[in-house]
């Protein structure tokens, strides 16, 4: 199975710096792309930004200009700098990855991380 584990969560202040980091492993055969979503409390899970193998991105409007996805391919690890907080991007983030594992390498599967809490007080 592939397994993704986040870190880099937290509590800061409005204005304030977080770097969100995701780890692949396991039986990898390959990543198309990976990405962060969250979710706040009574709210759907909603895109955040997403980086193709190709390195290219997609951002949410509300974080374009803040934050910065980025990717180390040979790592398999994903990065999410998030610069001027707002109390609005409080939420549970999650690392995705969509791609193949060696275990049915003939199928797309889009893999989750467990979650990472970040809190933005105002």
């Known amino acids: 199975q592939v397994q993704l584990v986040e870190s880099g969560g937290g509590l800061v202040q409005a204005g304030g710096s977080l770097r969100l980091s995701c780890a692949a492993s396991g039986s990898i055969f390959s990543i198309n792309a990976m990405g962060w979503y969250r979710q706040a409390p009574g709210k759907q899970r909603e895109l955040v930004a997403t980086i193709q193998s190709g390195r290219n991105t997609n951002y949410t409007d509300s974080v374009k200009g803040r934050f910065t996805i980025s990717r180390d391919n040979g790592k398999d690890t994903v990065y999410l700098q998030m610069n001027s907080l707002k109390p609005e991007d409080t939420a549970v983030y999650y690392c995705?990855?969509?791609?193949?594992?060696?275990?049915?390498?003939?199928?797309?599967?889009?893999?989750w991380g467990q979650g990472t809490q970040v809190t933005v007080s105002s």
């Open positions: 995705n990855a969509y791609g193949r594992s060696w275990a049915d390498i003939g199928k797309l599967t889009s893999f």
